[in-house]
């Protein structure tokens, strides 16, 4: 019961004070903090960067073969668990007749087909087979050859662009013949995976990169080539 009078006191009201304070203090905290004067803490939603915008399908190709052959080539024996994998979706078809017996690298220019052949226990087993694109022209004959040379990058001839994994095997008239991965030519693949099976390059063997890589793990210099 409150007394009025002369004589009477009033009493501070030490909740409201309190929550006045309060309020002042998270209005400062604010102020400050939108100013840049001291750190605001902001959800995982808030810091997380913007995402870089969604590329096309030939750029999204391009980076991906780019991708796949950062670092180098690994060295080392093909693993057995590779035997008889192909890189293309149809199965693998037989080693064509005539193309020799031992390791080997076989090219079959009529089906634009390489088979990476291995032997092991007195026995071939093919270790992978996948489409290539050959020459447009008639440059290579058929016969037994052998890798002499290996560049890990390469440039082609008549501005055709650059490429990797270069597996040399043959003398041209205007240039040396190997195999290598699909060229880049001012940034952009010069062929897709679907052309692979027919001829498309200036002179050498275009693979797609992980056949590429492969072959080159699979033959180093002395790989016995044969061409049928």
């Known amino acids: 019961m409150r007394r009025d009078g002369a004589g009477s006191s009033t009493r501070p009201r030490y909740p409201r004070i309190a929550a006045a304070a309060g309020s002042l203090l998270v209005t400062v905290v604010a102020v400050l903090g939108g100013a840049g004067v001291i750190p605001v803490e902001t959800s995982a939603a808030q810091q997380a960067p913007d995402l870089p915008p969604r590329s ?3 750029d999204r190709a391009t980076l991906s073969s780019q991708s796949t052959g950062q670092g180098g080539p690994r060295t080392g024996p093909t693993s057995p668990s590779a035997s008889a994998k192909s890189s293309d979706a149809q199965g693998v078809p037989d080693v064509p007749a005539g193309s020799g017996h031992g390791r080997r690298v076989v090219f079959d220019m009529a089906s634009q087909r390489v088979w990476l052949v291995d032997h092991e226990g007195g026995k071939d087993a093919v270790r992978r087979s996948y489409l290539v694109s050959g020459s447009v022209t008639d440059n290579l004959k058929t016969g037994t050859y052998q890798v002499y040379s290996k560049s890990l990058d390469a440039v082609g001839i008549d501005d ?3 490429m990797r994994y270069m597996v040399r095997f043959a003398h041209g008239q205007n240039a040396a013949i190997g195999f290598h ?14 052309d692979l099976g027919t001829p498309q390059s200036h002179g050498c063997i275009r693979q797609w990169r992980p056949d590429a890589k492969a072959l080159w793990r699979f033959a180093p210099v ?5 061409v049928v």
Do not use: F
């Open 56 to 58: 096309s399908s030939q």
């Open 181 to 194: 991965d699909v060229p880049l030519l001012h940034g952009h693949l010069v062929q897709g995976r679907e």
């Open 222 to 226: 002395g790989t016995e080539v044969v």
């Open 160 to 162: 055709s662009g650059t």
